[in-house]
C-alpha cells in the first residue's frame, strides 16, 4: 500500500546521516540547510506499522497526495518539496526522537502526524523546544490542545466533539432511551462522560451505561444490562477489536436497536472483525462524500494507492499537507527562506498558518472551515464538521447514512 | 594485590566511560544526536537497576516501567503543581519510589519466578492506568509538561544536562560495580543460584531482596526524573509496555549479570532504529530478526561476546609463541 515511499523521487531519507548516527562518529558536518535552490522539506512521524498503522499509512499516502500535487505544479517559486519520513510504531520516546531529528538533522520546516494520543502528545514538547510547526493529525484526547504550545496544531477533531455531534444526532432523530456502552481506556471513558452530558443537555435519558475491560473476551454480561434496560438506541466508544466484541455480542443476544459506534469504526479492522454485525451501524466521520473535490480527492487516492473507504485519515494528512504548502509559499516564508533562516522560515510559516486559520479542506460539510487562530489551535470547529455515514456490505463498505431510516424503533 | 585488581575493576570501566562520555559532545554538532546520547544515558540507569535486580539478584521484575513513571510524575508534580525547587523535588520523587517499592516488596518478594514476574507487572499496569484515567491530577493522556530547569536564572541547556546525565550513569555503574565487587554482590547472586542454599550460609535473603527490589526502583524512578527532563513531558506511555519492552531488549541485547551490558544493550536499542530507518517498511522485520539472531548466537548479549573474542585472540597471539618454544625445545 505504501509502496511510493520507494518509488516516488522526492520521498528521500538520508541514509549517510544515518550510519553517522549508528557509529556516532564524524557527525559535525550537519551543517544548516542551504535553503535557495533546494527542496524544502517536510517531516511526516507517524506509526506505519504499530497498533495505529492503519491511521499513519492513510494519511501518509494523503499527505504524499497534496505534495506531489504540487511538485507537479512545479514547485513553491519553483522549489520542489522533499518529504522525510520516519515510523514512530506507536512509540512515544522513539517518535519524539523522530521529530528532534526533523527539526535538528533534517532541517524541516514543520512536522505533520500524530494519530494515536501518547506519541502524538509526545510530539508537542520538541515543536515548543525547536521553535517548529507542529500539525496533529487525528489524536482527539480534549486537553492536547490546552497546553501552551504556541507551534501546534491539531487538525482533527477532539474525542467530546465527536460525541457532541453522536448526541445530536441521536437528539435529532427522535431517540429517548439511550445505552452507552465503553471500554475503558481513557478514550472510551472520556467519550462516554462527554456523550452523556451531551445527551442530558438535550434532555434525553441515558438509560444504562457499561464500561468493559479492553481485553475482554467475553461481553455478554454487559450487553445483557443493555438489552434489560430496553434502550431504543446503543451507543458505543471502543477501539477496534473490542468494538467488533461488541457488535457481534449484540447480533447474537439479538438486539437489533440502531446503534451508532465512534470513529474507531472508521477503520476497516473493526469492521472486518465485526463482519455482518456492524451492517447498519452509523458512524461519525467528517468526510463528505457528497462533495465534489471531496470525491476527487478520493478518486485521485484510489487510483495511486487503491481503493480506500472515505475516512477521515486520508483527508487529515491531506489537509495537514496543504495548510503546510499553503503557508510555504506565503512572502514572509520565502523571503526568510530566500535569507536561509530556517528558525524565522518556521515562525512565519506558524504565523501564516494562523493567518489562513480558516482554511477550507476536504474536512467537514460543504463551507465549512477550519478555525485555527492565535488562541485557538484546534481547527475544527463544533457546527457543521461532522457527516455520519453507514455500514454496507459486511463491513466492507462506507456510504452516505439514510436518517431517514435511522429512527426509534427502526 | 587482590584490592588493587578490584579497585582498578570498578573503577576502570566507569572513568573510561566518563572520558569518552565527556568528550561526545564535541563530536555533536546537533541536538539530535545529543537527545540520543542523553536516552542511552537513561535507559542505562533504568537498566541497571534491572541488572542487579535480576541479572544478580535473579528476581524478576516487569514493574520497572512503573517506578520510572513514579518517579517522572513525583518529580514532576512535586515541581510543577507543587512548586518544589528541584534540589527538594528530586530526593522526595525517589523516595516516594523507595516508600512505593517498599510497600509492595514486603508482599510481593515472597513469590518467585513468573509470579513475581506477573505480580509486579500488575503495579506497572495499574500505574498506566491511574496515570491515564486520574485527570485532574495527572493530566490524563495528555500528560504533563515539565518546566526547563534553572538554577540562578541560568536555564540549563541540554549540553549541561548531557553531562549531568553522564555524571549520574557513571555513578550508578560505579555503585553497581561496588555492589557486586564486594560481599553484596556475592549475597545478590546466592540468591539468583538457590534462595535456601543461601539461607543456610547465613544470608538474610528477604532482607537483600527487598533491599535490592527498593534500590532498582529508585534507580528506575532516577531514570523517569531524567526523562521527563529530557522529553519536557511526563504521560502515562512512561509506564507503558515500550519502555518493559527497550528494558528487556536491553537485557537481551546488552547480556544480563554483566558489568556494563545495560549500557552496550542500551546503545543498540537506541541508535539501531535510527539506522534502520533506510530500510524503510523493512526495518521492524530486519530489527526483529536482528534481536533473534542475538537470542540464538549470543544468548549472553554484547558483554558476553567481548570476553569470548577477547579469548580466541589471546589464544591465537599465544599459540605460535608456544609452537615456537616446542620447537625450539625440540632442536637438539
Known sequence: MNNALHRDPFVVRTPSTTWRAILLCVLASMGSATWAGQPLKLCYVDDRSGVAADTGIQSFNGFQIAVSEVNDAGGINGQKVEVVAYDGKTDPELTATFASRCAEDDGALAIIGGNPAAPAAAMIPIASEYEIPYLMLSAGTDNLTDMPAPFHFRVGPRNSQDAAAIAELVAKQGFKRVALINNSLPFGTDSAHAAEAALKASGITVVIQQTYDINATDLSPQIGRLRSANPDVVIVFPYAADGARVLRTLQQQGMSVPRVVARSALLSTLRDLAGDASDGVLIPNTVDMQRADVKQFFDSYGARFGEAQPTMYPVLGYDAAKMVLKALAEPDVQKALAQDELADARVAIRDALVRNGNYQGLQGRAGATYQFSAERHHGPPDQNWFVFVAVTDKGKHLVAADLSTFKPGS | ?332
Not at chain 2, 108 to 116: A, E, G, K, P
Not at chain 2, 138 to 163: D, N, Q, W
Not at chain 2, 216 to 234: E, F, K, P, Y
Not at chain 2, 274 to 291: D, K, M, N, P, R
Request: hydrophobic letters at 55%.
Open chain 2, 1 to 332: 594485590m587482590k584490592n588493587a585488581n578490584t579497585v582498578r575493576s570498578m573503577l576502570g570501566g566507569p572513568a573510561l566511560i566518563l572520558l569518552i562520555g565527556a568528550l561526545v559532545p564535541l563530536l555533536l554538532t546537533s541536538g539530535f544526536h545529543l537527545r540520543l546520547v542523553s536516552i542511552i544515558c537513561i535507559y542505562t540507569i533504568l537498566c541497571t537497576g534491572f541488572n542487579l535486580l535480576y541479572g544478580y539478584a535473579g528476581q524478576i521484575s516487569m514493574g520497572q516501567q512503573g517506578f520510572f513513571a513514579l518517579g517522572a510524575y513525583g518529580f514532576t508534580l512535586l515541581m510543577a503543581t507543587a512548586g518544589w525547587s528541584f534540589s527538594a523535588a528530586l530526593p522526595a520523587a525517589l523516595v516516594i519510589c523507595a516508600v512505593v517499592a517498599l510497600l509492595i516488596g514486603i508482599p510481593l518478594l515472597r513469590l518467585r519466578s513468573h509470579y513475581l514476574a506477573m505480580a509486579t507487572l500488575c503495579f506497572g499496569l495499574v500505574f498506566a492506568g491511574v496515570a491515564s484515567r486520574w485527570i485532574e491530577f495527572t493530566g490524563g493522556t495528555a500528560g504533563m509538561m515539565v518546566p526547563s530547569l534553572k538554577f540562578a536564572g541560568h536555564i540549563v541547556s541540554r549540553t549541561e544536562l548531557y553531562y549531568a546525565l553522564l555524571l549520574l550513569m557513571v555513578l550508578v555503574l560505579l555503585l553497581q560495580n561496588f555492589i557486586v565487587s564486594t560481599h553484596m554482590g556475592r549475597a545478590l547472586m546466592s540468591l539468583r543460584g538457590d534462595e535456601t542454599a543461601a539461607q543456610s550460609l547465613g544470608v538474610n535473603v528477604t532482607a537483600w531482596k527487598l533491599r535490592i527490589f527498593v534500590l532498582s526502583a529508585v534507580l528506575a524512578g532516577l531514570a523517569g526524573i531524567a526523562s521527563a527532563l529530557v522529553s519536557r513531558q511526563v504521560n502515562p506511555s512512561f509506564s507503558e509496555f515500550p519502555i518493559l519492552v527497550s528494558i528487556l531488549t536491553i537485557a537481551v541485547v546488552g547480556g544480563l549479570g554483566t558489568r556494563y551490558g545495560a549500557l552496550l544493550g542500551a546503545c543498540v536499542v537506541v541508535i539501531a532504529p535510527q539506522g534502520l530507518t533506510a530500510f524503510g517498511e523493512s526495518e521492524t522485520v530486519i530489527y526483529g530478526v536482528c534481536l533473534l539472531l542475538f537470542l540464538m548466537f549470543m544468548p549472553h548479549g554484547l558483554s558476553g561476546l567481548f570476553p569470548t573474542l577477547f579469548r580466541r585472540l589471546r589464544r591465537k597471539a599465544v599459540a605460535p609463541a608456544i609452537g615456537a618454544a616446542q620447537a625450539g625445545e625440540a632442536k637438539p
